[in-house]
C-alpha cells in the first residue's frame, strides 16, 4: 500500500502534496494511506482533497487514528480528459 505521511509537514503544503500523491497513484493502487497525525486542522485539509477527488476514505481508529485509508477506484477514463484540458 501507498503511503504519504503528512506528519510534521506544513498545513499549507498539505494540500498541494496531497494532490499530487493522489494523481500520482490514480492508475497504479487501490488502497492508499494518508498519515496525518492527530491535527484536525491537517486531517480536515486531507479530506478536503479527497472530496474534490470524490474518494471513498476511512479515518483509522484506536493505533492507526492519525491515519486515513483512502479507496481509489479506476479513474482512468477521467484521468485523459483531465490531461487534455
Known amino acids: 500500500m ?21 494523481e500520482k497513484n490514480l492508475r497504479r493502487a487501490s488502497i492508499l494511506e494518508v498519515v496525518t497525525g492527530h491535527s484536525s486542522a491537517m486531517r480536515d485539509i486531507v479530506l478536503g482533497v ?9 479515518l483509522g481508529t484506536g493505533n492507526l487514528e492519525g491515519s486515513i485509508k483512502v479507496i481509489m477506484d479506476d479513474y482512468s477514463e477521467y484521468y485523459d480528459d483531465y490531461i487534455d484540458n
Open 50 to 58: 479527497l472530496t474534490q477527488y470524490n474518494l471513498e476514505w476511512y
Open 2 to 22: 501507498n503511503k504519504l505521511d503528512l506528519h510534521g509537514t506544513p498545513h499549507d503544503e498539505a494540500k498541494n502534496l496531497t494532490a499530487s500523491f493522489i
